[in-house]
């Protein structure tokens, strides 16, 4: 039976990708997006493309009143969300916490972190108190535990978001709503410009990853449609690391 699907940050890389995966395991996906309407009307037509339902909501996902229009107008079109994928996010600064500035804190904060959360209440705001067969997957990153100068702003988040996952997961377990999170190495998406248009720069961080390569947006996708399937029924509060091997080099730097 179709599900209806909550795709955030649904207009580009992993979101987008994830959009069209849902679209073809024939559900009804709400392409949630920033700013770039003709961006998402794409993932709308990739979703339909592929057998799926779609249509599409703007939202800034750090304003806890788009966010609940966003959702108000999904449970109006198709009824409450069975399944969230949070994947708006915004990318580490590059500057130092000694000259970071608070505006910059705050933007990343309140993207990747409050984002979470606001996406997140309003999604079990919209089931109610009957136990379901609903899951939320928040995009995190390696980075919530590894660590990296000039990401204090993303790690926090990021990090963040890992104990948001962890606590969201036992508070609904006893309704059967599953919470994860899945944490994506070096995937080629916008936010990883440089490395598409630059080949000696993808060389040099792909000679990091044991695997040798970056990973595809469609690689997280299949993991979030299986995340969200019945195969993972027994799976919440995990953190499910992709990324070809990458983080397990932390240590041998010296
Ligand atoms: N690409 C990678 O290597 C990588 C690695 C680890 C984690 N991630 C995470 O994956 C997620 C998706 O990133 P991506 O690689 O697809 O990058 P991307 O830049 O292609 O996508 C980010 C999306 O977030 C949306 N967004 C940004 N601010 C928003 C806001 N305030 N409200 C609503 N939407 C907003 C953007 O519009 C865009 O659609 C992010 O959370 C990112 O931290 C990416």
Redesign the pocket.
């Known amino acids: 039976m179709a599900r209806t699907i909550v795709v955030?940050?649904?207009?580009?890389?992993?979101?987008?990708?994830c959009a069209e995966a849902f679209g073809a395991a024939g559900d009804r996906v709400c392409v949630?997006?920033?700013?770039?309407a003709e961006?998402a009307q794409r993932s709308v037509a990739a979703v339909q493309a592929r057998g799926g339902e779609a249509m599409s909501v703007q939202?800034?996902?750090?304003?806890e009143y788009g966010v609940d229009a966003a959702f108000t107008a999904v449970e109006r079109t198709w009824g409450a969300a069975d399944v969230l994928i949070?994947?708006?996010?915004?990318?580490m600064s590059g500057v130092s916490v000694r000259t970071m500035a608070l505006e910059q804190w705050q933007r990343l904060i309140?993207?990747?972190l409050t984002?979470a959360f606001l996406t997140s209440r309003r999604f079990l705001k919209g089931r109610g108190e009957a136990p379901a067969d609903a899951s939320i997957i928040?995009?995190?990153?390696?980075?919530a535990y590894a660590v990296r100068a000039g990401g204090a702003d993303?790690c926090a988040a990021?990090g963040g978001l890992t104990n948001l996952v962890e606590t969201m997961a036992i508070e609904e377990a006893p309704r059967g709503i599953r919470v994860n999170a899945i944490?994506?190495?070096?995937?080629?998406?916008?936010?990883?410009a440089r490395a598409q248009s630059d080949p000696a720069y993808r060389q040099s961080l792909e000679q990091n990853i044991p695997m040798g390569r970056?990973?595809d947006?469609s690689e997280?996708a299949d993991l979030a449609v299986f995340l969200a399937s019945d195969h993972a029924r027994y799976i919440t509060g995990a953190r499910i690391v992709i990324d070809g091997g990458l983080s397990l080099m932390q240590a041998l730097g010296a």
């Open positions: 955030t940050g649904a207009e580009s890389g992993i979101g987008a990708a949630i997006y920033h700013a770039d961006a939202a800034d996902v750090g304003d949070n994947s708006a996010g915004l990318n309140t993207t990747d984002g928040h995009i995190s990153s390696i980075h993303y990021k944490e994506p190495g070096m995937i080629l998406t916008p936010m990883n970056a990973g947006p997280v």
